[in-house]
């Protein structure tokens, strides 16, 4: 059965309804709320489901509710633990910690996520449902012979030498108390471009993180492509693929007026 992708939607519950209607994976039901229509297929979410946009409650409902139908059918909906994910598990958490320790000093979580699209709004809404379900979402899973991670990093291979390793470590992190260890996540994710061609060591990188953690290629999100092409957001249509096909980047950068798009992974 088919596996699809779409990368950081940030809040806009508009742009992930129109993206699942034209990509026949969700459609109008009969009380007039969205309803999975994809059957057996796979939707992968690449993580930074929150922040920016005007309904990340929204995204997080949709998501959850066509999680349910998917799998009376068949079918899938996952997604990946993104940054901003997890500085919105943060801000809820710890929204008083006032950082000493690192670049933020002297700025609470609270202010942090704000800084970064967090609206207040959203973090009322926030639910004892919506966390746990945050809390869960993996970090590194294999779609086939595909690597899904939301950030072009290497920061993962910090948390471990296998995906099962690496998932446990970062979700012991995003659920549990030490701030410490919260904040060197976090800034860990501000790694982008790891593995991009312009860098001399950017195949090695990519070549390593693959043999550590399996998989023909890598399918990530985190670096909007336009900040790679120079295009402007609302031209961006589909993925960047680069070094020869290993590396797919599906930041369609909807945080930034684009309109996104749905990637199937056997398109490639």
């Known amino acids: 059965m088919p596996t699809f992708v779409i990368g950081d939607l940030h809040g806009h519950l508009d742009r992930l309804m129109s993206l699942l209607a034209a990509a026949g994976l969700a459609g109008a039901a009969a009380d007039g709320r969205l309803a ?3 059957g057996t297929s796979t939707l992968w979410l690449m993580g930074d ?3 920016a946009g005007p309904d990340s409650i929204g995204v997080l409902d949709l998501v959850l509710r066509l999680q349910e139908k998917a799998r009376a059918v068949g079918g899938q909906v996952r997604a990946l633990l993104g940054n901003h994910d997890l500085l919105l598990l943060a801000a809820w958490r710890f929204p008083d910690y006032v950082d000493h320790a690192t670049e933020y000093e002297g700025r609470s979580l609270l202010d942090h996520w704000r800084d970064n699209g967090g609206r207040d709004p959203d973090l009322a ?3 004892t449902e919506h966390i ?3 809390t869960r979402l993996p970090a590194l899973p294999h779609e086939g012979d595909t690597l899904l ?3 072009d990093s290497v920061l993962y291979a910090n948390y471990g030498g296998t995906v099962d390793e690496a998932n446990f470590s970062i979700g012991a992190v995003a659920a549990g108390d030490d701030l410490l260890a ?3 996540l976090l800034l860990q994710f501000e790694e982008q471009r790891a593995f991009l061609e312009d860098r001399t060591d950017g195949s090695e990188r990519l070549e390593q993180f693959l ?3 399996g998989g023909r290629r890598l399918v990530h999100g985190h670096t909007p492509i336009g900040e790679i092409t120079g295009q402007p957001a609302e031209q961006i249509i589909a993925p960047l693929v680069y070094q020869c096909g290993r590396a797919v980047d599906v930041d369609g950068g909807i945080r930034k007026g684009g309109q996104g798009f749905v990637y199937r992974l056997d398109e490639q």
Request: aromatic share 14%; hydrophobic share 55%; proline share 0%.
């Open 36 to 38: 999975w229509t994809g």
């Open 49 to 51: 489901l929150v922040d």
């Open 125 to 127: 809404r926030l639910t």
């Open 132 to 134: 746990a379900w945050l």
């Open 149 to 151: 991670a939301h950030a």
């Open 182 to 184: 919260l904040e060197r």
């Open 211 to 213: 043999e550590v953690f």
